[in-house]
């Protein structure tokens, strides 16, 4: 009797598995895959991106000399790329800032096809004059081509400085003069005075007071003026040398605006280091 009731246990089982099994394939064959979404095909786009470059005649001109400016155009993609409009816009900008734009010369009403690998140019005078038609101040100016029609991207192309009518100071100065502020030292070795600006040279043996394991301090901040005028250009720092395995490390501000002749004093000042703010304040006659 309980081999016919074990039997009977056993039928049962294998007649539900079938049903079991057979239901799933009904399932799996009444559950059509869907159709794939259709996607059009994408539009041919124009080349990525354009090279952009400038050839001036020297770095430094004297106020009212006309600015020759070479612009070069390649094509670095592999298809042909229309600029539209072409020339493009030009803005030239004092003190390399955006906000700060003198001049602007306006795009052209034309097309170019820049073929791959090829390079087309466009030649720009600039009579260092500004919107107004006034004789700019001396400095530096940096040239800027925004993006705009079909050129989709955008450069600086290139600057020059503007000498002031008087000259400028060209030498090197040893300084070696020390301020220390909170506790930081800082020495300022040497200026060099250049037609394209003023180079700061200090050096601090306490970076090791500036750094923690997780983080290195903020970037330097100077600033400098003439005679006891006001703040003719400030920066944060451009070059830091040295190490934790040195004697200390070199920090080297290179501004842009260079010192006129005639002036009598320049006095240069970081106003913070290594996260501190203070004045580490030097003045550098020039006599």
């Not at 799996?28 to 005649?57: G, N």
């Not at 612009?71 to 906000?99: C, H, M, Q, W």
């Amino acid at each position: 009797m309980k081999k016919i009731i074990g039997l009977f246990v056993m039928i049962l089982a294998a007649i539900l598995l079938i049903i079991s099994v057979a239901g799933c394939q009904q399932k799996i064959q009444t559950a059509p895959s869907p159709s794939p979404t259709a996607h059009p095909s994408p539009a041919p786009r124009l080349a990525k991106y354009i090279r952009m470059e400038a050839v001036f005649d020297k770095d430094d001109y004297p106020p009212k000399e006309e600015i020759s400016i070479e612009l070069s155009f390649t094509n670095i993609t592999s298809e042909p790329y229309e600029i539209s409009p072409f020339p493009p816009l030009v803005e030239v900008r004092a003190d390399g800032k955006r906000d700060n734009v003198v001049r602007t010369f306006a795009a052209g009403s034309g097309n170019i096809t820049v073929q791959p690998e090829e390079t087309t140019e466009h030649t720009l005078v600039w009579d260092q004059q500004d919107e107004q038609g006034q004789q700019v101040t001396y400095g530096y100016y940096d040239f800027y081509v925004p993006d705009g029609g079909t050129l989709e991207d955008k450069a600086i192309v290139g600057g020059i400085h503007v000498l002031p009518p008087e000259g400028i100071i060209e030498k090197p100065i040893n300084v070696g003069k020390s301020q220390t502020v909170n506790g930081i030292t800082v020495t300022l070795n040497r200026v060099e005075l250049t037609a394209s600006g003023p180079r700061f040279y200090a050096f601090s043996a306490d970076f090791g007071q500036l750094t923690t394991p997780d983080e290195m301090p903020p970037a330097p901040y100077a600033e400098y003026y003439l005679d006891n005028g006001t703040v003719r250009e400030e920066d944060k720092v451009n070059i830091i040398g040295g190490g934790s395995n040195l004697e200390g490390q070199e920090y080297v501000w290179m501004m842009s605006m260079p010192v006129p002749k005639g002036t009598k004093e320049l006095t240069f000042i970081i106003t913070e280091f290594g996260g501190q703010e203070g004045l580490w304040e030097f003045k550098i006659p020039l006599d």
